[in-house]
């Protein structure tokens, strides 16, 4: 019954993300509470549950609004105009080059193994030359994902760290064998950005004819190196946009701090990658900064902390909505319930396939599965069955982390990490998905197939 409706939950809300029928708040937050009071909970158990998810996530939220804040006010200052003004001279009108380079960055950002680190760090750099392009920021988001995903399956990486748990043998031994599976996938992630880089280039290419059809909602912009913006009318005209015009821009430029706001950032990212201050607080302190150096009449304080409110309030709720949904799913026991199931309906004949069928379905179930629910509750039942046909744990541990919730986690909704990509790309979660997921997929079943190739992953048997 638990794990019938804990499915239910997940596939509805899957299906009004995906379709956009309603909006994420809904889908996330009510959902599960119908759900939880169909399985039989009262009221009051609902509720504490929405709360004791709600609690997991008040570090996220913290950091994601003071992150917003603090990359809204150093972009206002113009900190990414130099970088970005180089990367445009640099690439010209080849958004092919812009995607490589933005998937580098990303592969880079997640040497530490953290996907918020990743997304902090190269959303916000690559965005401004985006808008600038009049790139697509789903485009963004897919090679940032593309590039963390294949990453995170690296030994210090939250997957990988589960899998040697549950698997009880040292992280290294799962990982180093997979090496070569992760260099092609790292080359793989860099060629479909190169595809998507190309394929943006015929877009805005039509959408320079005159072609409507190319207009995307994710870019309805370019942006001129002075910072206006520029739109596009419907037959590709281009038109100032009075809400920021040149002087406008201007007058929040700080072109004198460049220096200061890029020492405060590198402060911040340090601090953020090493762990020695909590990510929150990180933010916190140099938003504080930042909007004390540039803007230090309280009036501009005032409009800037306004002007990026909108986004931040909106991601903290989606992310609470997040939290309601995970807590409601963990603590009702609809987690465990739907791994015990899943794992109850293998077909026997089947068993013997479970390395390849783990690999090969990582990237969808991380749809339905956290990297928690998955490597404490779904992969244990998995090896168990594995043992009695003789399947080494192992294996299946291995092919996991090619893709449930490392190459997957950038598109599944049960990690916030995935929020806050969403987020500051400032795309639709169902619209992500839908762009990314078979290019993530492509890359989880590339890097399997090189474990297999390798002799590292049994094949059928």
Not at 328 to 339: Q, Y
Request: some cysteine; aromatic content about 6%.
């Amino acid at each position: 019954m638990l794990a019938a409706i804990g499915f239910l939950i997940i596939a509805v809300i899957l299906v009004l993300l995906l379709t956009q029928r309603v909006n994420a708040i809904v889908a996330l937050a009510g959902v599960p509470f119908v759900g939880a009071l169909i399985a039989g909970f009262s009221l009051a158990d609902v509720s504490e549950f929405a709360m004791t998810g709600i609690s997991g996530v008040v570090g996220v939220i913290a950091m994601f609004v003071f992150a917003i804040i603090y990359f809204g006010i150093v972009s206002d200052a113009g900190m990414f105009d130099p970088i970005v003004n180089r990367i445009v001279r640099f690439a010209g009108d080849k958004p092919a080059t812009i995607t490589v380079a933005t998937t580098l960055l990303a592969i880079v950002s997640h040497l530490d193994g953290a996907g918020a680190s990743t997304f902090l760090i190269t959303i916000p750099a690559m965005l401004p030359l985006y808008e600038r392009m009049g790139m697509s920021r789903l485009v963004l988001a897919t090679c940032v994902a593309l590039g963390a995903g294949v990453m995170n399956i690296l030994p210090w990486g939250g997957p990988t760290l589960r899998a040697a748990a549950t698997a009880e043998v040292p992280a290294n031994e799962l990982w180093v064998p997979l090496i070569p599976a992760q260099i092609v996938g790292l080359i793989a992630a860099l060629g479909i950005a190169f595809l998507l880089g190309v394929r943006e280039k015929k877009r805005l290419a039509r959408l320079d004819a005159g072609d409507e059809r190319a207009l995307v909602p994710e870019s309805t912009a370019r942006i001129g190196e002075s910072g206006m913006v520029i739109v596009q009318d419907a037959g590709g005209a281009a038109s100032p946009d009075a809400a920021a015009s040149e002087a406008e821009v201007a007058t929040l430029r700080r072109p004198r701090l460049l220096f200061v706001n890029l020492a405060v950032t590198l402060l911040v990212v340090v601090f953020l990658v090493m762990g020695w201050v909590d990510p929150a607080v990180c933010f916190i302190i140099g938003a504080i900064i930042v909007l004390v150096v540039n803007y230090p009449d309280m009036k501009q304080q005032g409009e800037r902390i306004n002007a990026h409110a909108p986004g931040a309030v909106l991601m903290a709720s989606t992310l609470i909505a997040a939290g309601i949904l995970l807590g409601v799913l963990s603590e009702s026991g609809m987690v465990e319930a739907m791994a015990q199931g899943g794992a109850n309906l293998l077909p026997e004949s089947l068993a013997p396939g479970l390395p390849l069928l783990a690999g090969l379905l990582g990237v969808p179930l991380s749809l339905l599965f956290g990297p928690d629910a998955y490597y404490f509750g779904v992969m244990p039942v998995l090896m168990a069955v594995g043992e009695g046909f003789g399947v080494d744990g192992i294996h299946i541990a291995q092919a996991s982390i090619l893709g449930q919730e490392t190459v997957g986690f950038p598109i599944s909704p049960m990690t916030g990490s995935f929020f806050l990509l969403v987020g500051l790309a400032k795309v639709d979660i169902g619209r992500h998905i839908r762009h990314s997921f078979l290019w993530m997929w492509l890359l989880s079943i590339i890097m399997l197939l090189v474990a297999v190739v390798t002799g590292v992953i049994p094949g059928w048997v």
